[in-house]
């Protein structure tokens, strides 16, 4: 399957967990129901209504709880097990190879750089992704991952974790957390019922209390069980595909067998020391966090996993490395200096006038799939981008400048424009620093820099107060349309930045899987593809006119949609984006077809095509990894 085959997987698994909701519901009332005729006897209609509706109202309530409790995204799921965030400019060698791997891995995935959290109180090997988008997403790790995995295998590791980034998987992991809260609720109520109810013999209201705990505990067992059997139905195959993604991105199975190999052959494994939090999150984690029967375990077995990864891979082998292991544990670092495994190396970036062969079809099939030419471009990339730049993305004060600096046009009296639009936002301040930067270490960079460098800085954006993020928003806007004379990657860049802090701010409402089709909206399918025929056709009305033809052929054939000129130029996006955002997965597989197919009507495209490309996909959430031309 595909990045857009997954997703749609991953909406029809969403409805299935409704589905197997309900009927964990209906288990649970109907136990309910049972204890109380058992009770009551043969009058107890009555009864069973109240109690039905108060075991509803109490699951519902506790959903809804947890849900509400988690529209944060990521960052809260982190924290509450106990997650540390990992600061942008730590020198720490630990946190500095694990912040290397990662935004090298992000900048080949074609999505923000997440947040970081160290478990610094868990010796076992293990990580998780959380979030409902890209933009919001948080990768941690375990304490004993950063101090036992090479870099090798922790790239593999983290390859895995934004597998489940991009497939859709995490959205569905975080909502699996908050639906399965209420069938859980029960059972919680009464553990902690009997933890604090009164103790004594002559007290009958204690006993009465004792009993009803006692039910409310044994049939939140039935929550449990329920639980356990939908976190294993949703996740475990999901961490097979994983594991195969995470292979195909690296190119090299080595770094994930050693990592699954180091839980298997330590003492600490992949368990996590808070059980309860285990229970929480076992079906997101990358190895079981708890020790679970096969019935129930969220993961494949781990000899399976190895040997999916290494045919040869036997039991004896795992036994010898955990004798080996008892005696002198793997240090990841040493490792490293042993191995010399210092980052993976080996690319170069395109000129920036170098023309690129490319397909429609092969776009597509690029997207959300990261392979081993993205993750050596990516290394490339970083390694171009000037240290100041970096330096300056890990900046809370530089952070805005460095962005509108970005958004700044070329042509001298359209900046100016720009950055008074800045100033009378933000203050002169961020408008002199935007300006300063455009006109000095933002002058001149490479096309293919821009994105990634915008992918640094997005972590420390998102650490900015609301009504700052709410201000710059607006400024994003007011440059991007300050005049009609900005360019489409311009216009497109600035609506990106918008769409990822809309997504970190407000991340469980702009996280649902869409079900438009394309018919549904091929007035905005056109107006889109006219405009990126405009805008490629550098005056030429014939040259458009074929541009558009080839990309609206391809998305709707049975449409009449003639090409007609939007005058307004790319203000007519801005009536486009909102009706195409709850499009389909497979509706938007053909949508960015035929994006590629209007841009390379020839079947070829220069490298800041490329990143227009790149740029309008990211708006449409269909992350485009860096490499269009692979080896």
Partial sequence: MNFFERQEAARRASTRLVVLFALAVLGIVLAVDLVVWMVAGRDSAGLMATA?????????????????????????????????????????????RLRNVVEEIAIASGVPVPRLYVLEQEAG?????AGYTPADAVVAVTRGALDRLNRDELQGVIAHE??????????????????????????????????????????????????????????????LFFGRMIKAGVSRSRESLADASAVQFTRQTQGLAGALKKIGGLGEGSRLADRGNAEEVSHMLFGEGLAFSRLFATHPPLLERIRALEPAFDGAQLLQLQQRWAVAPPLGMQEDLQLGLVGPGGAVLPAAGARLDVTPPMV??????????????????????????????????????????????????????????????????????????????????????RLPLAAL??????????????????????????????SLYEYCLGKLLQVQVLDSLEPGRHARFGRRKLPDVSGEVAT?????????????????????????????????????????????????????????????????????????????VTVAEAELLRTICGVLRCPLPPSLERA
């Fill in 364 to 449: 597509s099939a690029q997207v959300g799939e990261p392979a081993a030419d993205d993750y050596r471009r990516a290394d490339a990339i970083l390694e171009h981008i000037p240290e100041a730049l970096r330096s300056l993305a890990a900046r809370r004060d530089a952070v805005m400048p460095l962005l509108l600096g970005l958004l700044l046009s070329d042509e001298p009296r359209l900046a100016r424009d720009q950055v008074l639009e800045i100033g009378a936002r933000l203050g002169g301040g961020v408008a002199d620093a935007a300006a300063r930067l455009r006109a000095t270490e933002l002058a001149g960079l490479h096309p293919m820099l």
């Fill in 125 to 129: 090997i293990n990580a998780f992704a």
């Fill in 162 to 223: 934004f597998s489940h980034i991009l497939n859709g998987d995490m959205r569905l992991n975080i909502r699996l957390m908050g639906v399965l809260f209420g069938i859980l609720v029960l059972a919680i109520i009464g553990r902690k019922v009997l933890f604090y109810a009164p103790r004594g013999r002559d007290n009958r209201g204690a006993a009465a209390i004792m009993a009803a705990a006692l039910v409310a505990l044994a049939i939140g067992y039935i929550g």
């Fill in 528 to 604: 889109l593809l006219c405009v990126v025929a405009q805008y490629g056709s550098q005056g030429d009305p014939g040259q458009a006119r074929r541009a558009y033809l080839a990309g609206i052929t391809r998305v709707l054939p049975r449409e009449h949609l003639p090409f007609l000129e939007r005058r307004d130029g790319v203000r007519a996006l801005d009536a486009v984006w909102a009706p195409l955002e709850p499009l389909d997965p497979l509706a938007r597989q053909a949508l960015v077809e035929g994006i590629a197919a209007t841009i390379a009507h020839d079947n070829r």
């Fill in 52 to 96: 039905t509706l108060a075991t509803l109202a109490v699951i519902g309530l506790g959903s809804l709880y947890r849900v509400a409790s988690l529209r944060g995204g990521g960052d809260p799921v982190a924290l509450q097990l106990g997650g540390t965030p990992v600061p942008e400019d730590t020198s720490d060698p630990n946190l500095r």
């Fill in 457 to 486: 800085a997005f972590p420390v954006l998102r650490l900015r107060p609301r009504p700052e993020l709410d201000d710059f928003l607006d400024t994003v806007h007011a440059v991007v349309h300050s005049d009609g004379e900005v």
